[in-house]
């Protein structure tokens, strides 16, 4: 598992997340974690200084960097909006003709 879903406004449980998601925790197992469990802050240091963490980090970046890039691209971007334009000229071209009634030359 790579993250936590927190409620919005529930800060403690977001800071936690943040820190589980930092240290790898071993929590992160844990599909519904309800409240923070006690933390031991020497350990949670030790673990976010760990190299071998550090690595897996980097690698989780690269791959959600990758993710973004693939899932994001510009030509998608650009059909999405011009897709929205050309549904809004379409609608508004409609409701035009049909104000102006059956009978209009």
Do not use: C
């Not at 943040?18 to 240290?23: A, I, K, M, P, T």
């Amino acid at each position: 598992m790579f993250g936590r879903l927190v409620a919005p406004k529930d800060a403690e449980m977001i800071a936690y997340a943040q820190l589980e998601v930092l240290g790898f925790m071993p929590t992160l197992q844990i599909p519904k974690l309800l409240k923070p469990p006690e933390v031991d802050r020497r350990e949670l240091k030790r673990r976010i200084m760990d190299p071998e963490v550090k690595k897996q980090r980097h690698a989780l970046g690269r791959l959600f960097r990758q993710f973004g890039l693939d899932q994001f691209r510009m030509s998608r971007y650009i059909l999405q909006h011009r897709q929205a334009l050309f549904t809004a000229a379409y609608k508004n071209a409609a409701r035009a003709a049909a104000a102006a009634g059956p009978h209009a030359w």
